[in-house]
């Protein structure tokens, strides 16, 4: 199995909603990431963890919250967003973290906070 | 500091033509390369890679590599586009601590 999941594939909310996204992989990749990529943009990274662990935050707000329940799932959770928060949610696993770190990714959630 | 350029935008090409997309970068060390696709509202895909060995690196759907270290240059050709090919396309090198940096992207319009 070579695929990282999303799930939900679109989702709309509105400010005051709470709501997750979730991530899923089978590779035993050891290290997975969250980024948000905006229209015609590259993607930018806002989580990582390895091991289970959080090893990167990039200064996300903190409306944003995620979660490593196991080696296979990641999660993230959204609170109290803003409409700039609209935007390709990407989710992607890697073996490691050094500078070969081949990332695949997941097919998106597109999100859209109104 | 390290960076990647893709020096276009956009490019358009007719289908069945050839095709070349630039990617130049800068890095210190010696960088591990990525080509990856994206089509419209899906998420990305690795075209090919490059970490050592032979300069000109083969890759999915009939792509292809090639890294240039005197030019700092990994620029992707296919021969013979098909309407499919039609996406972004991302250039990225590897950088420690869990971190791809990103070119900008170059869009691929393809005439029928």
């Known amino acids: 199995d070579t695929e990282v999941t999303q799930t939900p594939k679109h989702l709309v909310m509105g400010m005051t909603n709470k709501k997750s996204l979730k991530c899923e992989q089978h590779m035993g990749h050891r290290a997975m990431y969250w980024y948000k990529q905006k229209a015609k943009k590259p993607p930018e990274l806002m989580f990582v963890?390895?091991?289970?662990?959080?090893?990167i935050n990039e200064s996300v707000p903190s409306r944003f919250s995620p979660e490593c329940p196991n080696s296979s799932l990641l999660n993230l959770h959204l609170h109290a967003l803003q409409p700039e928060d609209s935007a390709l949610y990407l989710c992607?696993?890697?073996f490691g973290g050094g500078t070969d770190n081949e990332q695949f990714f997941g097919p998106g959630t597109r999100l859209t906070v109104l | 500091a390290q960076s990647v350029t893709q020096p276009d935008i956009h490019i358009t090409v007719s289908e069945g033509a050839s095709l070349e997309l630039r990617c130049n970068y800068s890095?210190?060390?010696?960088?591990?390369l990525f080509w990856y696709v994206q089509s419209p509202g899906q998420g990305l895909q690795l075209l090919l890679k490059?970490?050592?060995?032979d300069t000109l690196v083969q890759g999915i759907k009939g792509f292809e590599a090639e890294f240039k270290r005197s030019q700092s240059s990994f620029n992707l050709r296919k021969p013979s586009v098909h309407w499919s090919d039609a996406a972004e396309y991302f250039c990225?090198?590897?950088?420690?601590?869990?971190?791809?940096?990103w070119g900008a992207g170059t869009k691929l319009i393809i005439k029928p």
């Open positions: 963890y390895s091991y289970e662990k959080l090893s």
């Open positions: 490059y970490f050592s060995g």
């Open positions: 890095y210190g060390a010696t960088p591990y």
């Open positions: 992607a696993s890697s």
């Open positions: 990225a090198v590897g950088d420690s601590n869990y971190q791809l940096i």
